[in-house]
């Protein structure tokens, strides 16, 4: 029991407790609690102006919260912790007329780094064998991945990116997605923020859905896209349809509707085994709809309820 609450604590890397940022009168940040644990790549998502580059913003020290607080790997942020940590925030910035390598060495020499790991990320983000162009010849693909071979530097614990692929194409959003794949395959936390539903959806493991600085939910990402199945169902006899599919395994629950009922599967359910099911039941359905409730629509349910 012991042991096991010794491994929870090891494993939290970022905690938040509580933050909220006001600028003016404009509540960017309200109440924000949440936990990222170690290998997660989690996902902040929301749509724009909902307070995600604020949060970056307060856990990496750039701005201060007025209320509430985080710990970085269980303890308040220190120079050491910060060491720990690699990010890249603003759009990609460097000196044009410098190669990646000088450039890095730069950011290196700011960040208290030996040069022996430039090579390591500039082979990590496919940047090695452009090593000695200058910057200023690079896609703007390439400048977000030297940005991010940037923040590699040092090998930290855990990689922050806001909004990876905003203004790439769909070839450098591809190869960004997979080199974040790649750095989280080798034990990297990543903290990503994003107003894009498909990419948390493709790399991320755990959400946090927020609107207007408040946090509507979180979670790992497979659950939400686990969200049950539900069906509209119609025959001649309803009270014979409702009792009848109370009896199916992965029943839920059902809603009634007029001349339909809406009933919700704990499981995935074919349509075609559903029909079945009520066939051997003797009940013939006059209709049978399906609503599969994607994280689209979960992520839209939920700035509805919240407007
Ligand atoms: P986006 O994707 O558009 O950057 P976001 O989710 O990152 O959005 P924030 O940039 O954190 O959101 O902004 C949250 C709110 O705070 C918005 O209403 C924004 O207009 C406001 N805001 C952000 N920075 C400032 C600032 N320096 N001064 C005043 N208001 C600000």
């Known amino acids: 029991m012991f042991s096991h609450f010794i491994i929870q604590i090891l494993e939290t890397i970022l905690s938040i407790s509580n933050i909220s940022k006001r600028y003016g009168k404009i509540q960017a940040v309200n109440g924000l609690s949440l936990e990222v644990k170690k290998g997660q790549v989690f996902g902040i998502l929301g749509p724009n102006g909902s307070g995600k580059t604020t949060t970056l913003s307060i856990i990496l020290e750039l701005l201060k919260a007025n209320s509430g607080n985080f710990r970085w790997f269980g303890k308040p942020p220190s120079k050491e912790s910060r060491k720990r940590i690699g990010s890249v925030i603003e759009s990609p910035n460097f000196f044009p007329y410098l190669s990646p390598v000088v450039n890095l060495k730069i950011v290196a020499d700011i960040k208290d780094f030996g040069y022996d790991d430039i090579d390591r990320v500039l082979t990590l983000t496919g ?88 946090k509507l939910f979180d979670g790992k990402v497979s659950e939400v896209l686990a969200i049950s199945d539900s069906y509209e169902l119609s025959a001649g ?25 809406q009933v919700y599967f704990k499981d995935a359910v074919d349509p075609e085994e559903l029909n079945l099911f009520f066939f051997h039941q003797g009940i013939t359905l006059t209709h049978l709809s399906e609503r599969k409730r994607s994280l689209e629509q979960h992520f839209l349910e939920l700035l509805d309820n919240n407007k």
């Open 127 to 214: 940047l090695f064998e452009r090593r000695n162009t200058r910057f200023k010849t690079f896609s703007f693909g390439m400048k977000q991945r030297l940005a991010v071979a940037s923040a590699l530097l040092g090998n930290p614990d855990v990689l922050i990116l806001d909004e990876p692929t905003n203004g790439l194409d769909p070839q450098g959003i591809a190869h960004i997605r997979e080199l974040i794949l790649h750095i989280a395959s080798q034990g990297t936390t990543i903290i990503i923020a994003s107003h894009l539903l498909d990419e948390v959806q493709k790399i991320c493991s755990h959400v946090a859905v927020l609107n207007k600085g408040i």
């Open 237 to 261: 006899n309803l009270e014979l349809l409702t009792n009848s599919v109370k009896q199916h395994p992965a029943f839920q629950s059902v809603v009634p509707g007029g001349d339909k009922i």
